[in-house]
């Protein structure tokens, strides 16, 4: 198993110019999540799903959008980059039934 | 989900325990006690749980106090790889993917 897994590793926008940072998993996980780090900080959730169709907000959603279309997939959107915006991004999974989250290897990104 | 408290940083030689402390005086009754780590930027990785009774597994040891308001993490025997970030999370059991994650402790394992 591949395990979680996100590209790209590193990225540098443009204020203002969207991407999307992609997650992926092997494990037939329920759940999934995604966080960002500021330097010195701990991680924050974004967004998380609990399946195929279903996600919620955590608690600094604003600027980002997801869906869940496959159990596999969770891909994370920014609509319109800000500065705000340069971090790690972190994608996770569990098991419904699981003690434990999975993450990725993570994202690096920057906005000038 | 109910706040956690922790040192921000601590130190521990090389083969010596290592006991990180956390405090969770808001702790419901449902709620378990989360242990994660991180090491230089990868993603966190999980070490161990608890709800109340003490427990262990290969890597390490939790024991919560009678009262649940506080935890201590052992690592029986550092080594310089558990140099990390360790966060102590409280939340209910698999509570659809979300984890908050605090400051977390800075624990520097030195020869």
């Known amino acids: 198993n591949a395990g979680v897994t996100q590209t790209p590793k590193f990225q540098v926008l443009k204020t203002g110019q969207s991407m999307t940072l992609q997650c992926a998993q092997d494990?037939?996980?329920?759940?999934m999540s995604w966080y960002r780090q500021d330097p010195g900080m701990g991680l924050r959730l974004i967004h998380y799903?609990?399946?195929?169709?279903?996600?919620d907000q955590g608690e600094v959603p604003n600027g980002y959008n997801v869906s869940r279309s496959t159990t596999e997939d969770f891909p994370l959107r920014l609509l319109s980059a800000a500065p705000s915006q340069t971090s790690v991004y972190f994608c996770?999974?569990?098991?419904?039934?699981?003690?434990?989250?999975?993450f990725g290897p993570g994202t690096r990104l920057t906005v000038t | 989900d109910a706040k956690t408290t922790q040192p921000p940083s601590m130190d521990c030689a090389e083969g010596r325990a290592a006991n990180l402390p956390c405090n969770h005086s808001t702790i419901s009754g449902n709620e378990y006690v989360y242990w994660y780590r991180q090491i230089h930027s990868q993603g966190p990785q999980y070490i161990i749980h608890?709800?109340?009774n003490n427990e262990t597994n290969e890597m390490a040891s939790l024991i919560i106090t009678e009262d649940r308001k506080s935890s201590t993490l052992i690592l029986p025997h550092a080594t310089l790889r558990d140099t990390a970030v360790y966060y102590c999370?409280?939340?209910?059991?698999?509570?659809?993917?979300?984890?908050?994650f605090g400051q977390g402790t800075e624990l520097s394992v030195k020869p």
């Open positions: 608890g709800l109340k």
């Open positions: 999370i409280v939340r209910i059991y698999n509570q659809g993917g979300k984890l908050i």
């Open positions: 996770a999974s569990s098991a419904r039934t699981g003690r434990e989250q999975y």
């Open positions: 799903s609990v399946g195929a169709g279903i996600t």
């Open positions: 494990m037939n996980h329920e759940y």
